[in-house]
């Protein structure tokens, strides 16, 4: 049996191999991936991909641990990305996700995957849009993506997803300072987490705070409107809610045909992004392995060449 | 010249001295930091005694601030009592063993009761089935409680029971099988553990969440203060806390700051302090640093009285810190094992040194096995040959008046003092429990002892220097796991058999509605244990209202690898991982697992992050994994390598199960299975021959076995 066949009939370890593949930097896996993933991209399945992004220990994987837990047990299929924020001393990693995720790691309809970001701008890996696409084919019904997200790497998480939501802490000032920045852009969903013991109150008061600023935010006339919700992923309250409301927003999104919009945006995007990735891989390999350069750059230092000269033979040996 | 001028001039001319004899232009150049960051001079003079903080150095035994000892007459009149924590297999197994050892000349029980029991699963779960019996005595019901008081009189026998998670259900068949000995339970004397924010931070056998868990705790301290009038209601213990790593400073701040939580447990109650205070007990560890230890003690009894002070209390008796202690079994090796001897008479003589109430000795077996008969008797002998033979008995703290001991129980009194103010700005110990601090500076100091030994700085004999080359051959115990297992299972059955049904059922639905009506809890699980509930079924009539607990845990980085800044060795190990990265396309990935109920987390932790600082990508997996869950977990994340880091005794049921499931979600699986912690040399033929490529034992250097690691993967990926 082919592996596209064996991902299709949703076999763990062959989804597992496919995603080491997709994540792999050897140049053959990368030549391989590509033809696998043309593949199964004939095959989709009908998976919903849902982002979770939020700073470090607002408790992502507590929360996916929680309301998987309560989407498992309705016996919904459960695949998770889950991009762990890694060392970057030596470059090695721990992966302690998955210590927040012990009750549904255990449930046979679910898979989890930890990635290291390995520093690859902040949140999403490479390789994070392609493992989504293995799992959609193997038949899992939602697709969650655990991102640290920062700045830019916000909008790539964002463009992997057909809803994003944004967890945050109790009086996380740090974050309402982030909507006026455009993250509300990207976020369909605000989960003001940890709503329980003493920060209850404080929860209940961040989530007002969203609400009120919500206001001045123009939801675009299609698109269901944002929500934000308060939840206590450690005493797995307010899991109802989030459910509703993600199966509402996805059924609004669906009959205005957003949805199907955003999907080929997104495609839009990462075709555009993955060439502006080549041709930065091609000129940092290009400059790597080329001694000409430095010699053509000192020239310059020395008076010889002029630097708009310099830059432009530079580009044309690059780029033929 | 004044007597004042008359002593500096000495003292210059010792320093002058000092710096011809070592060729050193400076005395501070012999100032050696300890691992609580404290600094030993080579000489201590009448000076050091100016400005002191919190000993007063003319204060005596058997009055505040304690710092001299908690009675007047200490040792002198009754030695400390000879304790040793105890219990295997059945009931009657441990009975036989304790019985023979209080012939021997022990004076006090300590039961150590095997891990499902701590955890509150009967042992026919299928969860337990590698840990029934194992690293301790099996009790499912009150009747294997009997057994195991079984001869032994409760009214004249003082019984320490180290148990927290099902303290409940432990400590009502306790007081069920004292009545059914006729021994009421204000007569029933000892000590029950019952301390569980140490066990969030590094015993691990809890079972509920910290809340419920405190209230659990406040209930028994209000019941025993009531009704047991000679039974300490609560060893607030630091004893785990340093042999999961913690320095003295550690130890000692955790330990008096989870004492001061309690405290406010209990006062929540309506109780009044007085009433109870004098009932708390505690319980620390004696590691290899011998005047550490002693100044440790000695600053614990004066930073208590100072607390129960600030309280309030008004009680003498209230300020007293009275402790049991236990030698390090960190500090014993596998290696050369007869050395462990040596070790634990030192660090009990400093214990002793520093005052303790009773003691318990470790076995030279400890890095092994649990003791065998004989090993146990020396132990024990340690203590009888200190108490018979050397004379430290004549003397009330001998070494008080020392400058060096006076000035170093200050520091560490200082310094601990700095410690709890950190915590109750925090918001007391539970907040910071929930945060997971604590476990993690207790982890970060556990992996700096580590690469101080692996780099050599710290000798270890016998491990990184003077090694044995021809290690012993010693005798080990043995246990049957599997007739354990069945044995009990039968007990259970019979005592399912005979019970009454209805009045189990509805004690256990009293117990439940207790829980949620916020009442006292244990005379409800007397009522349930005396007909015959089992622990199991207590505990999870519990469970229904508070939840099972689930620990998320941090994880510390950059410690090791900081260490070995400019080290060859961990430098070509780190070269080869990274050249194994760019070939294959990712970094070598490890899975590190703890697999059944298993709670010895600190060598799983040390080398995750070790092995993350050499280069690896290492998944962390969560406590009590079934071999199911870890197959799961491995194929998922495609990793090259499980390490399985084991302790308890389970491996030679997980281990095979592991194996076999591995196998049952991908046959062709190129996954490596290798082996960390206590593994008995016998064990290792049975290992190999189940497809487990390397063991490494206690001791081993953890940048050799990273390289030993590499290179199998490497070999298996070629
Ligand atoms: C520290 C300790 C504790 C601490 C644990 C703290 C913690 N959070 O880990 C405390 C005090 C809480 C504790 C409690 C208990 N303990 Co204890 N404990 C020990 C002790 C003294 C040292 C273990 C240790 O941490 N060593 C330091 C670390 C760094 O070493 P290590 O784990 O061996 O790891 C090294 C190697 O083995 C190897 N390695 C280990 N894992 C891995 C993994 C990989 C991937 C690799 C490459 C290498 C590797 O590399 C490491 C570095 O050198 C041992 C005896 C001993 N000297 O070994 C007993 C021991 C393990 N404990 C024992 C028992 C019985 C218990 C209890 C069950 C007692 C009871 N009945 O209540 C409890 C319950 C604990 C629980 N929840 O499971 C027994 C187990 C008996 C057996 N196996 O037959 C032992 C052997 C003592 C004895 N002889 O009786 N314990
Ligand atoms: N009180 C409270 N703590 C939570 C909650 N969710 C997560 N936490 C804690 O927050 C910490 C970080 O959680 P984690 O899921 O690892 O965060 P992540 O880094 O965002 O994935 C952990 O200690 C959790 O126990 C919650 O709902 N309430
Ligand atoms: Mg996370």
């Known amino acids: 049996m082919s592996l596209v066949d064996k991902i299709l009939k949703g076999e763990r370890a062959a989804i597992a191999k496919a995603i080491t593949l997709v994540e792999s930097s050897r140049e053959n896996d990368k030549q391989e991936s590509k033809e696998l993933i043309s593949k199964l991209i004939l095959n989709p399945g009908h998976s919903v991909r849902v982002g979770f992004s939020g700073s470090p220990g607002v408790g992502k994987s507590t929360f996916i641990e929680s309301f998987g837990s309560y989407l498992v047990k309705k016996s919904f299929k459960l695949g998770i990305l889950a991009i762990d924020p890694s060392s970057q001393l030596t470059g090695g990693s721990i992966l302690g996700d998955k210590t927040r995720m012990s009750e549904i790691s255990k449930n046979e309809n679910t898979f989890i995957r930890s990635t290291p970001s390995r520093g690859s701008l902040g949140g999403v890996s490479f390789g994070t849009r392609e493992a989504a696409i293995i799992l959609d084919s193997a038949g899992y019904d939602f697709i969650f993506i655990e991102t640290v997200g920062v700045g830019q790497s916000e909008i790539m998480a964002a463009n992997l997803v057909d809803i994003f939501s944004l967890i945050v802490g109790p009086g996380s000032g740090d974050e309402l300072q982030g909507i006026k920045k455009g993250i509300t852009e990207y976020a369909d969903i605000f989960i003001v987490n940890k709503a329980d013991g003493d920060l209850k109150l404080q929860a209940s008061k961040t989530a007002a705070d969203y609400q009120s600023s919500l206001h001045y935010l123009s939801a675009s006339e299609t698109s269901a409107s944002k929500k934000v919700m308060l939840v206590s992923s450690l005493e797995q309250t307010g899991m109802d809610d989030v459910t509703t409301t993600i199966q509402e927003i996805i059924s609004i999104n669906k009959k205005s045909g957003i949805f199907e919009k955003r999907r080929s945006d997104q495609l839009a995007y990462w075709i555009k992004e993955e060439v502006r990735n080549h041709i930065q891989q091609k000129v940092e390999t290009g400059i790597r392995e080329n001694d000409q350069f430095e010699e053509m750059i000192n020239s310059v230092l020395t008076g010889k060449e002029t630097m708009h000269n310099t830059i432009d033979l530079i580009l044309k040996k690059l780029m033929k | ?718």
């Open chain 2, 1 to 718: 010249m004044t007597k004042n001028d008359k002593e500096q001039e000495n003292l210059s001319n010792w320093k002058k001295s000092f710096e011809k004899e070592t060729k050193k232009s400076d005395a501070e150049d012999f100032y050696f930091s300890t691992d609580e960051e404290i600094d030993i001079k080579p000489l201590y003079t009448k000076e050091d005694l100016n400005n002191l903080s919190f000993v007063e150095p003319n204060s005596l035994p058997g009055s505040s601030p304690f710092t001299r000892g908690p009675k007047a007459s200490m040792y002198t009149n009754r030695p400390w009592t000879i304790r040793q924590y105890a219990g295997f297999s059945t009931a009657e197994e441990s009975n036989t063993f304790y019985k023979k050892n209080l012939e021997s000349g022990q004076k006090g029980l300590s039961v150590a009761f095997d891990l499902p029991t701590h955890r509150g699963y009967d042992s026919d779960d299928e969860l337990v089935k590698g840990d029934v019996g194992k690293a301790g005595v099996a009790i499912d019901t009150v009747e294997d409680m009997k057994i195991l008081f079984k001869d032994i009189p409760l009214d004249q026998m003082s019984v320490s029971m180290t148990m927290n998670g099902a303290v409940l259900p432990i400590l009502a068949s306790f007081i069920v099988a004292g009545e059914e000995q006729h021994v009421g339970r204000e007569l029933l004397s000892g000590t029950i553990q019952n301390d569980i924010l140490k066990e969030f931070m590094v015993r691990n056998t809890y079972i509920y969440p910290p809340e419920p868990s405190m209230k659990i705790v406040a209930d028994i301290i209000e019941f025993t203060s009531r009704e047991m009038p000679k039974f300490n209601s609560i060893s607030i213990s630091g004893y785990h806390m340093q042999e999961a790593g913690a320095d003295n400073v550690l130890e000692l701040a955790y330990t008096l700051a989870d004492g001061i939580e309690y405290v406010r447990a209990a006062l929540s109650k309506g109780l009044d302090i007085d009433e109870f205070a004098p009932r708390l007990s505690f319980f620390f560890a004696i590691g290899t640093d011998f005047f550490m230890e002693i100044a440790k003690l000695r600053a614990a009894r004066t930073l208590w009285s100072k607390i129960m002070k600030d309280f309030g209390a008004k009680k003498e008796k209230s300020l007293i810190l009275r402790t049991h202690c236990q030698t390090s079994g960190v500090s014993l090796t596998e290696k050369d094992p007869y050395n462990n001897i040596v070790r634990t008479s030192y660090e009990a003589l400093s214990a002793i040194l520093g005052g303790t109430q009773s003691l318990h000795t470790n076995s030279f077996d400890e890095a092994i096995a649990l003791p065998t008969d004989e090993s146990a008797r020396i132990a024990r002998n340690t203590q009888l040959i200190l108490q018979n033979e050397t004379g430290v008995t004549k003397t009330v703290d001998p070494l008080a008046g020392s400058f060096f001991i006076e000035k170093l129980t200050d520091e560490i009194s200082k310094k601990s003092w700095d410690l709890i103010e950190e915590i109750e700005s925090l918001g007391g110990m539970t907040k910071a429990v929930k945060a997971g601090i604590p476990k993690l500076k207790i982890e970060e100091s556990a992996t700096k002892k580590q690469a101080k030994v692996d780099s050599g700085d710290r000798v270890v004999v016998g491990v990184n220097k003077f090694k044995n080359p021809k290690e012993p051959k010693i005798d080990v115990r043995v246990i049957d796991n599997d007739k354990v297992r069945e044995d009990q299972i039968n007990k259970i059955n019979k005592v399912k058999s005979i019970r009454d049904e209805n009045l189990v059922n509805e004690s256990l639905l009293k117990l439940t509605n207790a829980a949620k009506e916020n009442k006292n809890l244990l005379e409800f699980t007397i009522e349930a244990m005396k007909h015959r509930a089992t622990v199991g079924e207590a505990s999870k009539a519990l469970e229904e209202v508070f939840g099972r607990h689930f620990a998320t845990s941090l994880s510390v980085s950059g410690v090791y690898g900081k260490h070995f800044d400019k080290n060859e060795d961990f430098k070509n190990v780190s070269k080869k991982i990274d050249s194994f990265g760019k070939k294959h396309g990712r970094r070598p990935r490890v899975l590190v697992v703890k697999m059944g109920q298993d709670g010895h987390d600190r060598g799983a932790k040390i080398v995750a992050t070790s092995f993350a600082d050499l280069g690896f990508d290492v998944d962390m997996g969560p406590l009590f994994q079934t071999p199911k869950d870890v197959a799961k977990d491995a194929i998922e994340n495609d990793v090259h390598a499980i390490g399985v880091s084991t302790l308890a005794a389970g491996h030679k049921t997980l281990i095979p199960e592991l194996i076999d499931n591995l196998k049952n979600i991908d046959p062709k699986s190129k996954i490596i299975v290798f082996v960390g912690g206590i593994i008995p040399e016998q064990d290792y033929e049975f290992l190999y021959n189940n497809n487990i490529s390397a063991i490494f034992g206690p001791g081993s250097n953890i940048i050799e076995s990273a390289e030993k690691v590499i290179e199998l993967i490497i070999k298996k990926n070629n």
